[in-house]
Each structure stands twice: as structure tokens, then as C-alpha cells.
């Protein structure tokens, strides 16, 4: 099944409400008294380099994923990712020791917007950076013609960025060196449909988002793509990239925008949506949506309940053209 193929299959899907992510800062040291395996995501059971606990060893205890906590969020030294999850029979800790249940801290959810997704129209992108390897072979039948595009999944707050990375690779992502970065580790159908939803993959954009942004994402890379995929099925299965496809050469108003949100996933929507826009000679362009989201990110299914968990966005531009594959 095609990416477009599954797209189509999932319009007919509704989206569940789900939680919000609750996870509970902690502080102090965590004691293992068993040789547990320490997670890079709980969901997905992922041990990137099969870390194991050293019974016996104090690590730093940074968070419990929800009150009363089943996994506690520690640093283990040497590993990569550094951050782990271990379940929370595994040792002890003093912030852990609990009488009463009074005693526990209240249940909070995850506040304000969790991440940013954020969308490419790609061709006002292409428009305006037309020198870019993605953008010397526009073709009318391309998928990025009529779908939006993977710019990027950035954890929130902003300025959350670069987590465990070297020098090197940052300093390499932060002069556009984007194809000096490392290749990802993805499956063979990940790199396939990433280079279809992120057409900047071919300018090394997959290795940035990664550096810059995936590497604060609780998964490792197949984890960050898998989610970032998953997300834009959701959104270009919906109404939203229907009405931009319906209106190639057209003004779009943020009004409009957001009232095909409110459609597609529920009342509300829309206001978690901004639109970012460009003048290009006498028009002005939509460039890029940023979409605000809070929860966990499971499958394409999830995409209503994380829009209207998040906060509302604030927006600059409020109308733009949608502009058709092809420079002018």
C-alpha cells in the first residue's frame, strides 16, 4: 500500500481521545537493585545499544512518566541517548518512598504545546529556494504538487534543541553542512516514504531535523520518523490538504485554514494552527503551517486529540496564496 494509498484508507478513521502526556518531575538518585534494560521509549520498548542497569549503581533520577509512576526517567553515563526509562521495581530512590498516598503528587498533565509540526507547502518553498537539490525537477503528478510536505516534529518549549549531540554535528547542522551529518538508521519503507513526505531529505533536511530537533525526541531516529510519518498521513488524509489541493492558484484565508481543521478533527482545532507566509514579487505565498500538538504520539488516529490538547497558536499571517509546482 501506497503512502497516498493508506492516506485515502484513513480519512474514514476517527480519531480517539487520549490522554495528554503526564510526566512528573523528580530529583535525587535512583538505586538499581536489578540488571533492568533502560529504555529509550517506553511505549515502543526501544534499548538503543541493549544498556542494562549495574545492580548496585546510583543514577540521577530526572522524572517518573505519570503519578503514582510505573517507569522513572534516569541518566545513565556512557549511553546513547543518555536519558532512559527503567520500571520503577527495578530499584530505590528517596523521592520514591511513598507512605501515604496523600502523600503523592497530584497527576499533571503535559502544559501549553508539546511539539510543533511543521508543514511545507512545497511549492512556495521551492519558489523561494529554487537553487535547492529538491527543487530542480518539479514534476505536476509529484506528491508534493497536492500534499503538504515534512518540514520537521520539534519538541517544545522552543530553544529545546541539540540534545547529546557532538560539537561536530552541531556546528555542521548549524551551517547548513546538512549532508556532512551522519545517515540515519531507518527501514528500507522509512527512507522510502520519508524521501516522498520530505523532499529536502535530498539536501541532507532528514539528517538536521534529526540533529537539531529529533535528538530531544523521547525515540530514537526510527521512532521520530515513524511518528513524523504517521502525522502527516493524518494531515494529508484530511480536509485540510483537500481544500489547499482544491485551491492551487488560489488566496487561502487562516479563517478558512482553520475552519477545515475544526472539520477534519473537531471544533477547536483550527485555533491550535499558524500559518507562516512570504512575499514572492506581487504575491504573498503560504510558505509553511506550524501545528501545535500534546500527547502521545501512537498512530495517525491520534492526530485530533493531540491538536486539542495543545495551546492555542498565535498568528502573523493571515491569507496567502497557494501556489502551484512550477517557478514562475
Known amino acids: 500500500m501506497t503512502l497516498r494509498t493508506a492516506a485515502l484508507v484513513l480519512c474514514a478513521i476517527a480519531a480517539l481521545a487520549l490522554p495528554a502526556r503526564a510526566e512528573i518531575p523528580l530529583s535525587g538518585t535512583f538505586t538499581a537493585d536489578r540488571a ?3 529504555l529509550q521509549s517506553i511505549s515502543r520498548e526501544t534499548n538503543p545499544g541493549n544498556v542494562i542497569l549495574t545492580p548496585g549503581e546510583n543514577y540521577e533520577l530526572l522524572a517518573g512518566n505519570k503519578s503514582p509512576p510505573s517507569h522513572l526517567r534516569i541518566v545513565v553515563p556512557g549511553a546513547s541517548p543518555a536519558q532512559r526509562w527503567v520500571a520503577v521495581n527495578c530499584g530505590k530512590g528517596p ?3 511513598v507512605s501515604e498516598p496523600e502523600a503523592r503528587p497530584a497527576a499533571q498533565s503535559y502544559r501549553g504545546t508539546q511539539y510543533i509540526l511543521a508543514v511545507n507547502w512545497q511549492p512556495a518553498f521551492c519558489e523561494l529556494n529554487s537553487r535547492t537539490r ?5 514534476r505536476p503528478n509529484a506528491f508534493e504538487a497536492t500534499n503538504f510536505t515534512l518540514h520537521g516534529l520539534w519538541p517544545q518549549p522552543r530553544g529545546n534543541e541539540y540534545c547529546d549531540v557532538s560539537n561536530r554535528d552541531r556546528i555542521a547542522s548549524q551551517d547548513n553542512r546538512w549532508r556532512e551529518l551522519p545517515p540515519l538508521d531507518l527501514t528500507i519503507a522509512q527512507r522510502r516514504d520519508l524521501d516522498m513526505v520530505m523532499p529536502g531529505s535530498q539536501s541532507g533536511l532528514d539528517r538536521h531535523e534529526w540533529v537539531k530537533h529529533g535528538s530531544c525526541y523521547d525515540g530514537g531516529q ?5 511518528d513524523s510519518l504517521d502525522l502527516m498521513l493524518a494531515l494529508n488524509a ?6 489547499f489541493a482544491a485551491n492551487i ?3 487561502l484565508t487562516l479563517t478558512e485554514i482553520r475552519g477545515a481543521f475544526d472539520l477534519a478533527f473537531g471544533a477547536g482545532a483550527g485555533e491550535r494552527v499558524a500559518i507562516n507566509c512570504a512575499p514572492d514579487g506581487n504575491r504573498t505565498l503560504i510558505t509553511e503551517l506550524r501545528i501545535g500538538l500534546t500527547g502521545d504520539i501512537t498512530g495517525p488516529d491520534d492526530f ?7 495551546d492555542p497558536a498565535e498568528a502573523n499571517c493571515r491569507s496567502g496564496q ?3 509546482v512550477g517557478l514562475r
Open 134 to 138: 529538491e527543487c530542480r525537477d518539479q
Open 222 to 226: 526510527r521512532e521520530y520518523y515513524a
Open 36 to 38: 533492568c534494560p533502560a
Open 238 to 243: 484530511s480536509p485540510v490538504a483537500e481544500l
Open 304 to 310: 485530533a486529540a493531540l491538536l486539542l490538547a495543545a
Open 322 to 324: 497557494v501556489d502551484a
Open 95 to 97: 523521592a520514591l518512598a
Open 249 to 251: 492558484g488560489k488566496r
